[in-house]
């Protein structure tokens, strides 16, 4: 079946520093790629995706890329801030009749420290 | 642009009593999504609806999970009797087709407390 798979979390780190947040997949057929970000309070929003192979998608300074030989889609930061504070999913819509249903990742929680 | 509106925002009921959940998607989205999400999980996938069909329930517990999309609009989702286990946060969330990587936009859920 299909599954996505985040590294263990909580992640703290202090503001400024480089992120990085694993995640692999398992699917079938050829998956879309997303990442998605909960601030506290709010609901899920979509932060950045990558629908084929080698795709980079980015977003407010976030990036990942969709590597297919490691069936991997890590999330990277050059620079967090403490507003980047939330939890990140990690997101996969498998290829074929899948009808856009989105398969998660357990979530990493990111705290930020000025 | 409205987002996707769900109430309650919480609900507390005890173990063997019934609960039900509202979402109201954005205006013109065929694809309405309910996940349920357990503290410390990603969501997880309950019921899919194109328009007023049923896409897919294959991970909804019949036995006491019951939804319904009147007229392709709003939604209902509704637990009869609640267990303990089905403490969570209960996701609305839609998409003008759902399909391939169409972005599904989120409601900020229902957080539900079975004691």
């Known amino acids: 079946g299909n599954s996505v798979t985040q590294m263990e979390g909580p992640v703290t780190l202090s503001e400024e520093a480089f992120l990085t947040i694993n995640c692999t997949y398992t699917?079938?057929?050829?998956?879309?790629l997303f990442w998605y970000v909960q601030y506290p309070g709010e609901g899920l929003q979509l932060l950045l995706k990558a629908t084929k192979a080698d795709d980079k998608g980015s977003n407010k300074g976030f990036e990942a890329t969709y590597r297919k030989e490691t069936t991997s889609f890590h999330l990277e930061k050059g620079s967090v801030q403490v507003s980047d504070s939330a939890v990140y999913f990690c997101a996969l819509i498998a290829g074929g009749t899948s009808y856009g249903k989105l398969t998660f990742g357990q979530g990493t929680i990111l705290t930020v420290h000025p | 642009e409205a987002g996707v509106a769900q109430s309650p925002r919480y609900k507390i009921i005890e173990k063997r009593q019934s609960v039900a959940f509202w979402c109201n998607p954005i205006s013109g989205h065929a694809t309405l999504y309910w996940y349920q999400q357990i503290l410390g999980q990603g969501p997880k996938l309950l019921i899919q609806f194109q328009n007023n069909g049923v896409v897919d329930d294959s991970q909804l517990p019949k036995d006491r999970f019951s939804a319904e999309r009147l007229k392709g609009v709003d939604s209902t989702l509704k637990i009869q009797p609640a267990k303990l286990e089905d403490s969570a946060v209960y996701l609305c969330?839609?998409?003008?087709?759902?399909?391939?990587?169409?972005?599904?936009?989120f409601g900020q859920g229902t957080r539900l407390t079975v004691v």
């Open positions: 969330a839609s998409s003008l087709l759902g399909q391939g990587a169409t972005e599904a936009f």
């Open positions: 699917a079938t057929g050829y998956p879309s």
